[in-house]
């Protein structure tokens, strides 16, 4: 196996299993940081910075309101919480600041517009089309 000059090979988190069996001992080797996580023995929980962006745009909304794109990047952000073990974080810091369903129906109702607009423009597109054939 050939590995590339900057790559490092590294041991999981383990215990040294020193002492009376190998429940004992000090943690040794790394967590395993990758796509957004980091996955140890005891856990899956978010990387640092990913929980202060969530809990500083959860205080934004709080602060200044928010509009269908903060509520979709909240809702984005609670996506990440769902399949950690960081459920503490999320009570501390997001829950208190934002009302989720209340982001929920803030996207659903743009969306909404949205395709009642997309459905008027085809619609007009269409007469458009329909007249310049009659024309024609």
Known sequence: MELKKNYQI???TY???KGKSKKYGKWKGRDLDFMGYRFT???TFLRK???IRASR???NIAKKGANWYKAAQMISYLGWFDHTNSYGCFQRWIKPYVKINQLRR???KHSRRVSERAKLEMERRCRYAIEQ???G
Do not use: Q, T, V, Y
Request: net charge positive; no cysteine.
């Open 10 to 12: 590294a041991r999981f």
């Open 57 to 59: 745009k959860a205080r």
């Open 49 to 51: 910075n990913i929980m």
């Open 41 to 43: 023995p005891h856990g």
């Open 106 to 108: 803030l996207i659903s």
């Open 133 to 135: 054939a009659n024309r």
């Open 15 to 17: 215990r040294d299993g």
